[in-house]
């Protein structure tokens, strides 16, 4: 056991500590994150997994094997570092916002916004617009009277079930926040949107 313990980290552990950070990478891909959740993983997820990683490397420098194999106990570290910086660079959102809104040719939310501009699709199923999955999209209102040319799309994630979603408003910005909506400017006339999450 102490031999296993002064090993450096294996395939198994590595992709173990991969996968969360995947996915908390995913969960930070939209315009709002997922934050109890990606603060659940990283709690009872990627924290034991940090100190697992501790505990071997201080197993294996008081054996003194702790310098073979460096890149085997550099891969962890390099994962972790890249998740945050990730974060911290809202990097998720960007490039996942970039490849659905591209700047280049027709965007295809700009294509399926103009569909819904004076029309709501409440009952419609959920389709891909670019890397989002919109499952619900109407005029934005103000007062009860719809924005002319504006529309919203509500988007979902796979398993999560959250009150986000973009905004596109012709000029200018979204109605002011209240306490159950927040936005955010994300490029051009769009707006990331967050609405009450029933909790």
């Not at 969360?20 to 709002?32: D, G």
């Not at 959920?126 to 103000?142: I, K, T």
């Not at 596109?168 to 955010?184: C, L, N, S």
Request: glycine fraction near 8%; charge should be negative; include cysteine.
């Amino acid at each position: 056991m102490i031999f296993t313990i002064t090993k450096p980290p294996g395939w198994v552990f590595l992709i173990g500590l991969l996968a969360p950070c995947l996915l908390v990478l995913y969960w930070a891909s939209v315009p709002f994150w997922y934050r109890a959740e990606i603060l659940l993983v990283g709690v009872f997820v990627l924290g034991p997994l940090v100190l697992i990683y501790i505990g071997r490397l201080i197993a294996a420098s008081l054996k003194g094997q702790a310098g073979g194999r460096p890149w085997r106990w550099l891969a962890a570290p390099l994962i972790v570092w890249v998740m945050l910086l990730s974060l911290v660079t809202d990097a998720p959102f960007q490039l996942r916002f970039a490849i659905s809104l591209p700047e280049i040719s027709l965007p295809e939310m700009e294509a399926y916004a103009a569909t819904v501009k004076e029309q709501s699709r409440l009952d419609a199923p959920c389709e891909w617009v670019g890397l989002y999955r919109v499952c619900y999209s109407a005029p934005h209102y103000v007062d009860s009277e719809p924005v002319p040319g504006s529309a919203y799309l509500g988007t979902e994630e796979w398993v999560i079930d959250s009150n986000t979603g973009f905004l596109m408003v012709p000029h200018g910005e979204p109605e002011a926040e209240t306490i159950d909506d927040e936005y955010r400017h994300v490029g051009g006339r769009w707006f990331g949107h967050h609405g009450w999450d029933n909790w």
